[in-house]
């Protein structure tokens, strides 16, 4: 008939396969039990099996459930999904992929936690994840944990509710399509020990923990590189405009003999070339789209911008460095910060369009047109989820991780006031609302919030030509330019208002990155508060990152009601609760 469990009130649970529909047996419930029903959690985790022998699950007489695993081997490179459950599901015959099992195997209480850092400094992406333990005392998962493996797989977090049928007296399981999405995300790899399969899940954003230049030099000669460079990343310059280039970067040598540099790994352009700081050397006039063959008159230099390349025709005296746009070798010229931030996720990251909110980067576009461009030398070892956040930086923003799995592009702003909540919270549906502290670096509020831009990608206090125009030797000389906000009212009312470290860097117009640090102004040099708020799961788990709310209590500053936006939720599986962070 199925396996003996117990609800949270300690009544015998029998789940099974028997009748027309998915079922759960139950000593007859209260009626405020039976109205409430009975929720449940489902995980599903995507495992694959590499090439190489194929995998045949233990098929004991009562070892497995049935339906558990195939009777037929996974074969080698092949994925099947692992499924699970708290109170003992399936799936319905109507539903996509037809009836699937979702035994009770979820042995402790999921911890689902997902905050967005709030400091302006702090570049990285919000950080979500899930701790899920699965039981394995019977050993019918070590098969698969030895031979498979889920690491960067898909993994989704489900919540439903179970229906009391009070005519056949028996809780009804429901369709897939009604449980709510919790968390979808990816499984990093798994630990198995005797009893246990413990997963931790991740949002999307760990697929950007590896290096964001892949492209290497080969050392093969020409545009691969000569031998010194064998191994080493391409340089990858991505925005900027000929009116707001990508500032003063350093190209790679990557053919001694014939002076050739590169600057990007896809198409792009030279805007001022700077030989110690002054534009020495002229442009001969020649485009081509081989540097290799031919030759560059002395004192002048050439252009491939098909391939990022320019060349020579004298050694140089001083350092060379360039003002220059990069393209993106496929979506091609691409100069506005999220704009940018969304094809380096989809395009030079390759993030699957599963996990990537584009809306949210085309809503934060068209709201905030800002020029941006940045380079990365071979040298800088920043991942992915750096790199991107650098660009969002800019402007304010940050990549955040959607219930749904997607990550999002979060503008993070003052609230207007006129925004509509999609819940309001009070007494009526919440516990006791609780202040936090924000960070020490935002309370009190800051006096003043600068904001970096046109960020100088070579610092050059040393070596320069004598005879370097003075606005470009203080350029060099410094890694930024900053815009900033003051508050005269902050620095008045506390006695030590906070001074936030710089942010930012990649926008390169100044009035875009002057209405940036308005708008930051307005955020933190003004007094904020952080509150958590328990809500009942079933009001909690459709709240979503940036959700805006009305808090509302009975005493203290909420009292008449304030608009906030969530910047945290933390879930616990086996609480009738759960909590989301508001920042108001």
């Known amino acids: 008939m199925g396996r003996v469990l117990r609800t949270p009130d300690r009544q015998p649970l029998i789940t099974g396969m028997v009748g027309p529909t998915p079922i759960a047996l139950l000593a007859t419930p209260g009626p405020a039990a039976a109205a409430a ?28 459930p049935w339906n558990l695993l195939s009777l037929r081997p996974i ?11 708290d109170m003992g599901y399936r799936t319905r015959a109507g539903d996509a992929g037809g009836v699937v099992p979702y035994p009770a195997l979820i042995a402790d209480s999921i911890q689902l936690d997902r905050e967005i850092p709030l400091d302006p400094a702090t570049t990285a992406a919000a950080a979500g994840g899930a701790t899920v333990v699965l039981i394995n005392d019977d050993g019918h998962l070590d098969g698969i944990a030895s031979s498979m493996n889920a690491d960067g797989r898909r993994a989704e977090i489900r919540r439903g509710t179970k229906v009391w049928d009070a005519g056949r007296g028996l809780f009804v399981d429901p369709s897939l399509a009604d449980l709510d999405m919790v968390f979808a995300g990816v499984a990093t790899p798994w630990f198995l020990d005797v009893t246990t399969l413990r997963v931790l899940l991740r949002d999307a954003s760990y697929w950007l923990e590896r290096p964001y230049q892949a492209n290497l030099y080969t050392g093969a000669g020409g545009i691969n590189g000569s031998t010194a460079l064998t191994g080493i990343r391409i340089p990858r310059t991505r925005g900027g405009t000929a009116g707001h280039p990508v500032k003063n970067i350093t190209p790679v040598l990557i053919d001694p003999v014939k002076l050739i540099y590169q600057y990007n790994d896809g198409p792009g352009a030279i805007v001022t070339l700077w030989e110690g700081a002054k534009a020495t050397i002229a442009f001969s006039g020649d485009d081509t789209t081989d540097l290799f063959s031919g030759t560059t008159p002395p004192g ?18 001083y350092a060379i460095t360039a003002d220059v746009t990069g393209e993106f070798p496929v979506a091609g010229a691409v100069t506005t910060a999220a704009a940018i931030a969304l094809a380096m996720l989809t395009e030079d990251l390759g993030l699957a369009a599963e996990f990537v909110d584009a809306d949210s980067f085309a809503a934060a576009d068209s709201a905030y047109p ?82 970096a831009w046109q960020h100088n990608h070579t610092v050059q206090a040393s070596g320069l030509n004598p005879e370097a125009p003075a606005a470009q030797v203080q350029f060099a000389a410094a890694s930024d330019s900053y815009a900033f906000f003051g508050s005269p009212a902050v620095a008045a009312q506390f006695a030590r208002p906070n001074d936030l470290a710089p942010f930012g860097g990649s926008l390169l117009v100044r009035d875009d990155v002057d209405a940036v640090a308005a708008d930051v102004g307005a955020l933190w040099c003004a007094r904020r508060r952080l509150f958590d708020v328990p809500l009942p799961l079933e009001l909690g788990v459709g709240l979503d990152l940036g959700d805006v709310l009305r808090l509302r209590d009975l005493t203290g500053e909420l009292r008449s009601g304030r608009l906030g936006q969530i910047v945290g939720t933390s879930l616990r599986s086996n609480e009738d609760m759960m909590t989301v962070r508001v920042l108001v």
């Open 75 to 85: 074969g080698a490179g092949s994925t099947t999904k692992i499924t699970a459950s």
């Open 37 to 64: 029903g009975m929720p449940f959690f489902t995980v599903a985790i995507e495992a694959y099996q590499p090439p190489g022998t194929a995998l045949t699950p233990v098929l004991g007489w009562n070892l497995v």
């Open 370 to 451: 800002y020029i941006a461009g940045i380079y990365f030398h071979p040298d800088d070892a920043a991942d992915g989820a750096a790199a991107v956040s650098r660009v969002l930086s800019g402007m304010h923003a940050k990549l955040i991780h959607a219930r749904a799995g997607e990550l999002r592009c979060c503008v993070l702003r003052a609230l207007s006031g006129t925004e509509t909540p999609v819940l309001t919270i009070g007494p009526h549906n919440s516990g006791e609302i609780v202040p936090v502290p924000l960070p020490a670096t935002l309370d009190p509020p800051a006096v003043r919030v600068r904001v």
């Open 300 to 317: 002048t230099y050439r252009t491939d911008d098909t391939h990022g390349l320019f060349q020579l025709g004298s050694p140089p005296a």
